[in-house]
């Protein structure tokens, strides 16, 4: 049995994370604010699977340092915890470095003191590219350049953790920049994870808005198969940093997206209001995982777009209540 912390637990991926290492037996400690629209229900259900629950503001060193102090050493850590929105961090950028740049150091100064042997891996997004005007598949090679206070945040916070694997600090690190991630447990709003967000508009009968032309892509990416990766690099113990999607495969556009959602749930949306291409919007990102067979990893996304989206739509369908709640 192994154990790990995971911050951000109650959030979406973090969740599902969870959740599959406590179905394999091992210790998980969570470490949230629960600051997030939903996470009170995501970790209720990690609760009761027997996952113990810190609740602490990771921006505040000695919250963190408490945390990790009080979690005891791991043999992995996944700091997972975030703001996680692009509108967000225009309204407040200073929230927003808060909650990710100071965040992710705290974090990963902490394990230094705590848990220095743990396997540690970052959540970093698409957004540290910055804008992208080729449409071409973006690969290992490709470096920082990020646009929006997000982008920028979540950039401070890959870096340290780059830095802490190095000789001098001595932890071993690894960063995903990850695409867009979609599946269950996903409270999706209007300012971040766009697909859930359309699906749970279509089931509540929301109105939405398309901010810009609809032909944005994006390779989506299904929690699960991120899940199947993180344990995969934690098992072989893989440093670096890496871009992360469902790849070209699973590239679709936002309007593609609103057509299969509504082909599935069988209910069209009402009238779409068209805004603004909003600051930062990349409009192609594509994850180029060539880097996954130069490493021999055994790793493909298994799980296609239709099936994926079918899945979560499931899961929306069966918690209802738990979206409505989170939404009223
Ligand atoms: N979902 C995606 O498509 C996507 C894409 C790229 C990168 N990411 C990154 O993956 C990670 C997880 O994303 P997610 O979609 O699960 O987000 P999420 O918002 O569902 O989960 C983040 C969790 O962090 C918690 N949190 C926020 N600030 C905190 C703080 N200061 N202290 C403690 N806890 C705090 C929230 O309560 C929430 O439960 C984030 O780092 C995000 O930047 C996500």
């Known amino acids: 049995m192994s154990k790990a912390i ?19 037996g091992d210790e998980v400690v969570g470490i949230d604010n629960l600051s997030r629209r939903g996470s009170e229900f995501n970790a209720a ?14 921006s505040s060193q000695d919250k963190a340092e408490g945390a990790f102090a009080a979690a005891g050493p791991a043999d992995a850590v996944f700091h997972l915890a975030a703001q996680v929105a692009v509108t967000l961090s225009y309204q407040d950028p200073r929230v927003d470095f ?32 910055g804008h992208l005007t080729v449409n071409r598949p973006v690969g290992e090679e490709r470096p920082l350049d990020p646009y929006t ?23 071993s690190t690894c960063s995903l920049r990850q695409s867009c991630i979609y599946g269950h447990q996903q409270f999706g709003v209007e300012d971040q994870g766009w697909v859930a967000w359309f699906s749970i508009a279509n089931l509540l009968g ?7 032309d609809g032909r944005q892509v994006r390779d989506l990416l299904f929690v699960e198969d991120l899940v199947d990766l993180y344990l995969l690099l934690w098992e072989r113990r893989v440093g670096g940093v ?13 309007s593609e997206g609103l057509d299969r959602i509504a082909a599935i749930t069988g209910r069209p949306f009402p009238p779409i209001t068209t805004e603004a ?11 180029d995982l060539a880097w996954v067979r130069r490493l021999g990893l055994p790793w493909s996304p298994k799980v296609g777009v239709d099936a994926g989206l079918r899945a979560m739509i499931e899961w929306q369908r069966e918690h209802l209540d738990e979206i409505r709640a989170a939404f009223a």
Do not use: W
């Open 45 to 58: 259900r990690l609760r009761s699977a027997g996952m113990r629950l810190i609740r602490a503001d990771l």
């Open 6 to 24: 995971i911050t951000g637990a109650c959030g979406f991926i973090g969740s599902c994370l969870a959740r599959r290492l406590l179905e394999r």
């Open 206 to 212: 929301r109105d939405i808005a398309v901010y810009g």
């Open 242 to 254: 890496y871009p992360v999607g469902g790849g070209e495969a699973n590239a679709i556009s936002v």
């Open 277 to 287: 291409t909003r600051p930062g919007d990349q409009p192609y990102f594509v994850a």
């Open 98 to 129: 808060r909650d990710n740049a100071i965040a992710a150091f705290n974090v990963i100064d902490a394990v230094r003191r705590h848990s220095p042997a743990a396997y540690c891996l970052y959540a970093s997004t698409n957004k540290v590219y």
């Open 149 to 171: 206070p997000y982008g920028v945040s979540k950039a401070v916070g890959e870096m340290y953790f780059t830095e802490y694997g190095r000789p001098e600090f001595g932890l």
